[in-house]
T-cell receptor
Framework: NAGVTQTPKFQVLKTGQSMTLQCAQD?????MYWYRQDPGMGLRLIYY???????DKGEVPNGYNVSRLNKREFSLRLESAAPSQTSVYFC????????????FGQGTRLTVV | QKEVEQNSGPLSVPEGAIASLNCTYS??????FFWYRQYSGKSPELIMF????GDKEDGRFTAQLNKASQYVSLLIRDSQPSDSATYLC????????????FGQGTTLQVKP
């Protein structure tokens, strides 16, 4: 039971470098999410994809882009990393129905120096 | 102002006491609400969800919802040290958008 799988688990980037965080789910879920978590800030929504073929901005989209590659995969790209993007990133997925649980990946700890 | 507000705490209660965690939200169109628990260094896990006004009980946990006041709460009865964690309130934003917004979380400490 893989559930939601994120790669990598840890990453250190230099300011200005780019990278893509990968997320895949094997639960046939329609909706997928990217959050960042900073101390005392809870989970802040970066982007989400309510269904395959759609993506929408969340609360803090600046500096990020996303791709819903297919139903299983939802990637998050940092084009030019900044120290302010140092955070723990979580991917989540759930069915499109409102009263359904979101399942989370194990998180990616990203440090930008 | 965040769209989903929680008191960040820490909330400290003695073992065996009732812990009360609160959450307010700004969107009147929201219909379903979730409580997640997150241990340090781990991913959030669902405790329970609620979508009807009133109380919903699951073991030692009770979720309470008041849509008129835009308020949702979680009560933990007979608190245990293992309940020490951060509790996150999540709101399904405006019916059928798929957008899921979290509060900043409340850190609960249960002291033996």
């Amino acid at each position: 039971n893989a559930g939601v799988t994120q790669t990598p688990k840890f990453q250190v980037l230099k300011t200005g470098q780019s990278m893509t965080l990968q997320c895949a789910q094997d639960m046939n879920h329609n909706s997928m999410y990217w959050y960042r978590q900073d101390p005392g800030m809870g989970l802040r929504l970066i982007y989400y994809s309510a269904s395959e073929g759609t993506t929408d901005k969340g609360e803090v989209p600046n500096g990020y882009n996303v791709s819903r590659l297919n139903k299983r995969e939802f990637s998050l790209r940092l084009e030019s990393a900044a120290p302010s993007q140092t955070s723990v990133y979580f991917c989540a997925s759930r069915q499109a129905r409102e009263n359904t649980e979101a399942f989370f990946g194990q998180g990616t700890r990203l440090t930008v120096v | 102002q965040k769209e989903v507000e929680q008191n960040s705490g820490p909330l400290s209660v003695p073992e065996g006491a009732i812990a009360s965690l609160n959450c307010t939200y700004s969107d009147r169109g929201s219909q379903s609400f979730f409580w997640y628990r997150q241990y340090s260094g781990k991913s959030p896990e669902l405790i329970m969800f609620i979508y009807s006004n009133g109380d919903k009980e699951d073991g030692r946990f009770t979720a309470q919802l008041n849509k008129a006041s835009q308020y949702v709460s979680l009560l933990i009865r007979d608190s245990q040290p293992s309940d020490s964690a951060t509790y996150l309130c999540a709101v399904n934003w405006s019916s059928n958008t798929g957008k899921l917004i979290f509060g900043q979380g409340t850190t609960l400490q249960v002291k033996p």
